[in-house]
């Protein structure tokens, strides 16, 4: 078992940053990839980025190149999601989650998620 707890989640102006962490506990966080995902009232969870157990490949959605960032702190058990040049359409739920296998765009693959952390863009 993997319990993930996200937090760092608030409300930002646009073209603000915020800084997502999540926590994880359990089982050897090392040995699992790791993605964020997020969902908007009244649309799907999508995909946001995802990041191999080294850290030493990243994957993002095409719609955050470039404006957000993953990594982790193996040694802190800690994943993160730097959010820059923050916009309205980035507000939603935004989920951690880990997968034993690669990492992946697909939310079906993961197999422990985290409880949520708001973000919210305006002005």
């Known amino acids: 078992q993997v319990q993930l707890v996200e937090s760092g989640g608030g409300l930002a102006q646009p073209g603000g940053s915020l800084r997502l962490s999540c926590a994880a506990s359990?089982?050897?966080?090392?040995?699992?990839?790791m993605g964020w995902f997020r969902q908007a009232p009244g649309k799907e969870r999508e995909f946001v980025a995802a990041i191999s157990w080294s850290g030493g490949s990243t994957y993002y959605r095409d719609s955050v190149k470039g404006r957000f960032t993953i990594s982790r702190d193996n040694a802190e058990n800690t994943v993160y999601l730097q959010m820059n040049s923050l916009k309205p359409e980035d507000t939603a739920v935004y989920y951690c989650?880990?997968?034993?296998?690669?990492?992946?765009?697909?939310?079906?693959?993961?197999?422990?998620w985290g409880q949520g952390t708001q973000v919210t863009v305006s002005s």
């Open positions: 359990g089982r050897t966080f090392s040995s699992y990839a």
């Open positions: 989650a880990a997968t034993g296998g690669g990492p992946s765009i697909s939310w079906s693959l993961y197999e422990y």
